[in-house]
């Protein structure tokens, strides 16, 4: 269930990292440059590569909008580069010119965490590209980071093996001896776990070293018992140092590179090994998987960059024809809206729309009146659910036709955003729809359903920016918008 579909060889010596935004794959190398490629086609961008260290590049990474990309270096530099153009933004320099061995985004865009080889650790402010908070650890190089979910902490693994948490104001939250010999890698899942407290949410993440073994944590943030870090269980199926580890999108899928030379894909819940794949000739130095597709990417010091269409059997079953780009809703069959009908929780009326031979074309027609005088659905909230989602449907089929960039959305109306605002989850809302959900829906995160532990809305200037940038390309969109 795994297909190589494509194969990229345009690096000159090791490729050291790879990364993904819902537009581009990005990747980088020894041989001091950073490459850019079009998920489309893989066509490599006409401004690429981008070259602007002296030395070799050893990470990159999306902003979570897509629009910058970072990239650090021996020459002691962290990159900002806009994505549109290959454009340089800004140098971030390390103060004392360490090689800098990573960097990450926080996932509201506010900050940029880079580790270097003397340990430290800089917390840079985007807006400003100034340092803004600043920590170090004992013993070691930093050469691993990755942000839970929430923006509430993230966690830096050190070539010594101790895996550190870290708060936003730098403070160290808990450090736990992860690996013998060295981290070299670790990655959050985007999906909350189950753990042995029910009052309590645990965050999945993996960890990678250089023992051979990916350790799954479970990692707790809260305010009555403070931080907690417990293994979950250990994978061993490589014979060789384990170099780098990823998540899919859903949680459900872990995917590793080894010295071994192979690339292990790992079912989430049991450690099950499902694929081992030998296509590298040589150490397996990255992997990472693209946000809004069924693929990821493997580099290697063999110079190359695999991409691999994943479709993994567990999921088939989930797979329908309600998960095709919404613009073909208007075609489906009878059988496809009754799938849609029971992935929205609506299976109490699949049997009446069955009755009524109500195809994609009668769904999207359907009103109050015809739910209610035709189809004869009596209880009026269940015919207030059904037609919410179909206004849904509608409005996600205007945006597919419209091209609009998913993380241009407002998670809340999936409208494109005017005035997005950052709120404490770390994710980003039109300003007036937050305010809305703030005063109606209580105090919780409308995309984890967490509590928020504060309701102050920071305007996402960047994003803002981005957004204003694309409209500015989008003269179709401005007419489809004007009365």
């Known amino acids: 269930m795994v297909k190589l579909i494509c194969t990229l060889t345009d690096h000159s010596d ?13 990747t980088c190398s020894l041989d001091k440059s950073i490459r850019l490629y079009s998920l489309s086609s893989f066509d490599e961008l006409p401004y690429s590569p981008l070259r602007g260290h002296t030395y070799a590049v050893h990470c990159c990474c999306f902003s979570p909008f897509g629009n910058l990309l970072a990239s650090c270096s021996t020459d002691g530099n962290t990159v900002l580069w806009e994505t549109q153009n290959g454009l340089k933004l800004a140098v971030l320099e390390h103060p004392c010119r360490h090689p800098v061995r990573i960097c990450r985004f926080s996932p509201n865009s506010t900050y940029l965490v880079s580790g270097a080889a003397d340990g430290s650790v800089n917390l840079w402010n985007v807006q400003s590209f100034k340092v803004y908070r600043s920590g170090s650890i004992k013993d070691g190089s930093l050469v691993a980071c990755a ?24 403070k160290c939250l808990y450090n736990e001896k992860a690996h013998d010999l060295g981290v070299t890698c670790c990655d959050f899942s985007s999906k909350l776990a189950s753990g042995n407290k029910q009052d309590v949410n645990y965050f999945l993440m993996a960890s990678s070293g250089q023992d051979s073994t990916i350790k799954i944590w479970l990692i707790s943030l809260a305010d009555h018992t403070g931080l907690e870090l417990k293994c979950k269980y250990t994978l061993k199926g ?19 590179g080894s010295v071994d030379k192979t690339v292990m894909i790992f079912e989430t819940n049991t450690g099950n090994i499902l694929h081992i794949l030998t296509q590298h000739t040589r150490y397996v130095t990255t992997c990472a998987f693209a946000p809004d597709m069924p693929l990821f990417a493997t580099g290697s010091m063999d110079k190359s960059v695999n991409i691999w269409q994943f479709e993994p059997k567990q999921h088939l079953k989930e797979r329908s024809a309600i998960e095709e780009p919404k ?5 489906w069959s009878e059988e496809e809206v009754s799938s849609w009908l029971c992935t929205h929780g609506l299976q109490d009326v699949v049997e009446i729309f069955k009755r009524n031979n109500i195809d994609g074309k009668e769904l999207l027609n359907l009103t109050k009146e015809s739910l209610a005088d035709d189809l004869k659905i009596e209880s009026l909230g269940l015919r207030s659910k059904v037609l919410r989602n179909i206004e849904e449907l509608r ?6 036709c419209l091209g609009i960039p998913d993380e241009f959305l407002c998670p809340i109306t999936r409208e494109l955003m005017r005035e997005p605002v950052i709120a404490a989850d770390g994710y980003s809302y039109e300003k007036e729809a937050m305010e809305k959900w703030i005063t109606e829906k209580r105090h919780s995160s409308p995309m984890t359903n967490l509590p928020l532990q504060r309701l102050i809305l920071t305007p996402n200037r960047t994003l803002k920016m981005a957004i204003n940038r694309w409209l500015e390309t989008q003269p179709k969109y401005n007419e489809k918008q004007s009365p």
Not at 18 to 25: G, I, T
Not at 147 to 170: K, N, Q, Y
């Open 395 to 400: 409005t996600e089929m205007k945006t597919a």
């Open 327 to 331: 613009i073909f809703a208007e075609s």
């Open 14 to 26: 090791d490729v050291n990292y790879c990364a993904f935004s819902s537009s581009y794959l990005a």
């Open 147 to 170: 942000f839970a979910p929430d923006a509430s902490f993230f966690v830096t693994g050190s070539s010594c093996g101790d895996l550190t948490v870290w708060d936003e104001t730098m």
């Open 238 to 256: 490589h014979t060789a140092p384990v170099l780098a580890c990823a998540f899919s999108c859903d949680g459900q899928i872990l995917v590793s």
